[in-house]
């Protein structure tokens, strides 16, 4: 799928479902039928609509009568290939089970399993659903794919912040019509709130943590433990973790940090960017530390630079988040204590959390392990780009780069006159 690029896609009848907040699979459906292929699109609230509002299927129907409404659309369409955002949403299950008994192929994006500069996409499933395979010795014996340096994003926090306060603000005004529709969030105009809450939180921190990332990455370098959070209501943690919350997370890795790592050691517990505005686990995070005995090795931080943070850590303590990998590429040790698909020996340490904080140092990924896998990751489940904001290619009006546009892309992103909006 991804290494055939669009052309993947020629005479298919493709069938989206929900995608990310923003005019993406609006986009995606302009790129998908200039490769050759029909598209259609199913709406189920008022944030859809207002990113796809023609020629679409509203569904405004109860949850339960979902399932046949779906197979009575995949006959009457004649559908080869459903495509959605996320496959651990309730619609999402239901299709993609009802897709894959009937022979129907399925197509998953989720956001970048490497950060920042790619997006996910991936055949039958995600993260932990993913089909990729889980043996280093796949990986070891597979000579590495040609691999292209991504064109860059640049940030793209102010387009995704965009989207999600339109999005939020279309639901809750059109919620009458979806009546029926159930969200992982509040799904009214208040959810635009926690946005703008996070924009706020986001100078406010500036300004508070301004100096941490020298502290800890000077004074502190090579003697801290980074606990990259997720957000609250990720499918990751409900779905591929044995943690009911994240405070759950934070508690139990807190009790053996305090119970088993060396005094000399700190730890940091870094906020999630997108739950910025709907989380704060100062309180908690301050009541365990007293509890456990933790005053001045417990640092609860938000918006440094990760890279920076990930190059001078002692390891790196995940549930299944990205971020994990991230690591994993900076050559940091890593503990994961949920279901991840680069959890693997060589890459990850496998030995229960309490031996991680002395035993780290002897847990580094495999310097061709990590090649391999990383290549074979980039050529079979990444593409160049982002859900948010569009890379300058005037081909693709989606923003990505795909495979079969890779030989234009230079050509036209140097070519004068020819400047593609990027983003908007």
């Known amino acids: ?192 709130l926690p946005w703008l809450r996070s924009a706020w939180r986001k100078w406010y921190y500036a300004v508070k943590e301004y100096g941490t990332t020298k502290m800890l990455t000077q004074r502190h370098a090579g003697r801290y433990f980074l606990v990259p959070l997720q957000v609250h209501n990720d499918a990751q943690i409900k779905r591929h973790s044995g943690y009911a919350s994240i405070q759950s997370f934070i508690d139990d890795v807190m009790m053996s940090f305090a119970h088993h790592a060396p005094r000399g050691k700190v730890l940091v517990i870094k906020h999630h960017p997108m739950d910025r505005g709907y989380r704060d686990y100062a309180a908690f995070i301050e009541q365990r530390a007293n509890a456990l005995g933790l005053q001045g090795r417990c640092f609860y931080i938000h918006d440094q630079h990760l890279p920076s943070l990930l190059d001078h850590a002692s390891g790196v303590v995940v549930v299944n988040s990205t971020v994990g990998l991230s690591a994993i590429l900076h050559g940091a040790p890593v503990k994961v204590c949920g279901n991840a698909l680069y959890d693997m020996k060589g890459l990850t340490f496998h030995r229960p959390l309490n031996k991680f904080w002395r035993e780290a140092q002897h847990a580094k990924p495999d310097p061709k392990l990590l090649k391999n896998f990383h290549d074979f990751l980039v050529v079979h489940s990444q593409v160049n780009g982002s859900f948010y904001k569009r890379l300058p290619i005037v081909a693709s009006a989606s923003g990505l780069r795909w495979t079969w546009l890779n030989e234009q892309v230079a050509e036209e992103i140097a070519a004068p006159g020819k400047k593609a909006a990027s983003g908007g």
């Open 1 to 192: 799928m991804i290494k055939s690029g669009l052309s993947a896609f020629k005479d298919k009848r493709i069938l989206l479902l929900q995608g990310p907040v923003g005019p993406f699979f609006r986009r995606l459906s302009r790129d998908l039928t200039q490769a050759g292929a029909q598209v259609f699109k199913v709406n189920f609230n008022g944030g859809d609509w207002l990113f796809y509002n023609d020629s679409a299927f509203n569904y405004r129907g109860h949850p339960q009568d979902w399932p046949a409404y779906f197979e009575k659309l995949l006959d009457q369409l004649h559908v080869d290939m459903v495509m959605l955002f996320g496959d651990c949403r309730r619609i999402h299950r239901v299709a993609h089970g009802i897709a894959h008994r009937r022979g129907v192929e399925i197509g998953v994006f989720e956001e970048g399993y490497i950060r920042p500069h790619y997006i996910t996409l991936e055949r039958f499933g995600v993260n932990d659903n993913s089909p990729l395979p889980r043996l280093p010795l796949f990986y070891l014996n597979n000579t590495p794919p040609q691999v292209e340096e991504p064109l860059q994003l640049g940030k793209t926090f102010w387009y995704a912040t965009l989207w999600a306060m339109l999005y939020y603000f279309a639901a809750g005004l059109l919620k009458p019509f979806f009546r029926h529709y159930e969200h992982h969030r509040p799904l009214n105009w208040l959810e635009c």
